[in-house]
């Protein structure tokens, strides 16, 4: 998964009121759409400078904006004026590639009048001014000296108060999970300024002047953050008693659509994607049905079938998901398959990968915790050489019971599956191709559905080509897995649209996805917490199926397998239709030119 912070800022779309007019050709005739692409990377930095951070560009980490109505403003402004610019090109003139970096600039600037003006989420999510990982991003720049990293927190620390002084104003009845996910991952961002930052200060030549004026700084910081966290306690979940207090946290139809379209920008509707899942649900059941049968007499013997198809299913994965690591080892197991995928994808030359960009397993910083238990912190275009981590959270917060529950989710054989998602050859390696695009453009505004859509497929095409073998117990496992992917798009839907109760998320994901009880509760609580996101991963594998399928079908023998995937990554992080629209017209170029 890629940061939070950084797709909030970057994900959205809602036509802007009408056709903006076009200001006068002298704009095309006095620099060409490269130019404009370079100024308006530069100016769109300068507006978001936390984003800058996220995608490897330091050159303003000493900035911390303020979320109040001015800089509301300036952002829409900023917006209006860059879209009249770009409407000033004549976009039939542009070459195919142009024409994606046209829209991707387009989609992020009409993002902005959707965000600002219509789903508010300043208003309601607390948890969006969480400045951990924004600190985080400054001190662990090690291109920067480690004095011109602190200098640039001493100026950040700043304008933490005035920040968090505006955050309190901000909040507008607000969501009751937000509000407590945001007290839970506060306490952790305060350990950025307890530990990373005075750890680092002490670390440093900085002189004793310069330690003593920071250690204040730090010390009001923190102050400032149990303030905040304090603020919501008592004005919101010692007040939950009147349901007043707090906003449903569903956004509903209209909502939701607008926000599909402009994260996932799919050739398909949010409803199209859903009524595909239900039918792909249905399609998973039969696989995962006569598995069961073939592994039945292994696990039970002579032993009478249940007489339900659900029940058979769940017994036989039951007995294969006793096989797991032990609590203690979860980290270590994860660290120790990386080197055995990176293997495989080289043994069968499904794609380059490149042994200078090592991946780094890690535990998921504090300041992380509380939404997956497993992502990818990559670093952005501009800081491409930058170490890559594979965040595993520990099960140390879990009781005997959780843990031997997560542990059976997490099976030896759905544990591969995982890694092969976040890391080889999913989001990892798309990732590293995406920081090498030609274009800078398809590189800063990822799409989602594309990036997790590439991990899924990643998972499908690994067993295609042969990883586990032959045991049945894997294939089981990857359509148990799929089917997560699958209902991850029901429940969201469901949730937000069509107001699915604990009780219906349950039935789904326990009984008809055979999920253990905590990863159930898990996804009902992340389902809770964001919207959309969660189709993203079954929508981008379903376009990149049908375009893989697509091109096999009109190259016949002349298809390959490595060189669709590096094609495919080639392009970027942008949305499956354009990437699909390339690689169509490119195949019917080359076929024209051989006739």
């Known amino acids: 998964m890629k940061n939070l912070f950084y797709c909030a800022l970057f994900i959205g779309v809602l036509a802007c009121g009408g056709q903006q007019e076009k200001e006068p050709s002298s704009i095309v005739e006095s620099f060409d759409f490269e130019r404009f692409k370079s100024e308006f990377i530069d100016a769109m930095w300068k507006m978001n400078p936390i984003s800058a951070s996220f995608q490897g560009l330091h050159d303003f980490d000493e900035k911390l904006p303020i979320p109040n109505k001015e800089r509301t403003q300036s952002q829409l402004n900023f917006a209006e004026d860059w879209l009249v610019k770009l409407g000033a090109f004549d976009y039939e003139q542009l070459s195919e590639a142009d024409k994606i970096d046209y829209h991707l600039i387009e989609n992020d600037l009409q993002n902005t009048f959707f965000y600002l003006h219509e789903f508010k989420s300043g208003e309601w999510d607390p948890a969006s001014y969480n ?89 009001k910081a923190i102050g400032v953050i149990e303030d905040y966290n304090k603020f919501l306690k008592v004005n919101f979940i010692e007040e939950s008693s009147d349901s007043a207090t707090f906003r449903s946290f569903r956004i509903g139809e209209e909502l939701y659509s607008k926000k599909f379209n402009a994260e996932i920008q799919s050739a398909y509707s949010a409803n199209e994607i859903f009524e595909a ?17 073939m592994l039945w007499e292994k696990y039970f013997g002579e032993a009478e079938k249940p007489g339900g198809r659900f029940e058979q299913i769940q017994m036989v994965i039951d007995e294969v998901a006793k096989t797991h690591v032990h609590r203690d080892s979860f980290v270590t197991a994860i660290r120790q398959q990386i080197p055995e995928l990176i293997d495989f994808v080289n043994e069968n030359d499904l794609v380059t990968m490149d042994p200078n960009k090592p991946l ?29 981590y594979y965040n595993v959270t520990p099960l140390d917060h879990y009781n005997a019971e959780e843990a031997e529950s997560y542990l059976r989710e997490y099976n030896n054989y759905t544990l591969q599956i995982l890694n092969i998602h976040e890391a080889i050859p999913g989001h990892y390696t798309q990732l ?164």
């Open 360 to 388: 780094v397993v890690r535990e998921t910083p504090e300041y992380m915790r509380g939404f997956a238990g497993a992502s990818i912190s990559a670093p952005g275009p501009y800081d491409a050489e930058a170490e890559t």
């Open 432 to 595: 590293v191709y995406s920081n090498q695009s030609p274009s800078l453009i398809k590189s800063i505004m990822g799409n989602g559905a594309m990036v997790e859509g590439w991990a899924v497929y990643a998972e499908r095409m690994m067993l295609e080509e042969g990883y586990g073998g032959d045991q049945l117990e894997m294939g089981l496992m990857y359509y148990k897995w799929n089917l997560r992917t699958v209902c991850n798009t029901i429940l969201d839907y469901g949730i937000q649209v069509l107001g699915y109760t604990e009780e219906d998320a349950m039935q789904l994901l326990m009984t008809e996805a055979f999920q253990e009880k905590s990863e159930a509760e898990g996804k009902w609580k992340r389902a809770r917490l964001s919207q959309v996101q969660l189709c993203s991963y079954f929508t981008g594998y379903y376009e990149i199926m049908q375009l893989r399928e697509e091109l096999q079908e009109q190259m016949g023998e002349e298809f390959d397998l490595k060189t669709f995937h590096e094609e495919f990554l080639s392009y970027g992080s942008v949305p499956v239709k354009y990437i699909r629209k390339l690689m169509i017209r490119k195949l019917s170029e080359k076929n024209n030119n051989s006739i």
């Open 277 to 293: 899942a239900v039918e792909e649900k249905g399609d998973l059941h039969e696989n995962m049905f006569r598995l069961s049968d």
């Open 131 to 219: 400045l951990g990982g924004v600190f985080f991003q400054v001190i662990n720049y090690q291109k920067h000296s480690l004095e011109r990293r602190l200098e640039n927190i001493n100026e950040k620390l700043n304008h933490i108060e005035a920040y968090y002084s505006q955050a309190k104003m901000n909040i507008n009845q607000p969501t009751k999970i937000h509000t407590n996910l945001a007290i839970q991952q506060l306490e952790g961002s305060k350990t950025i300024f307890e530990n990373t930052l005075l750890d680092s200060l002490n670390a440093s030549l900085k002189d004793e002047a310069f330690k003593q004026v920071f250690n204040e700084k730090i010390a």
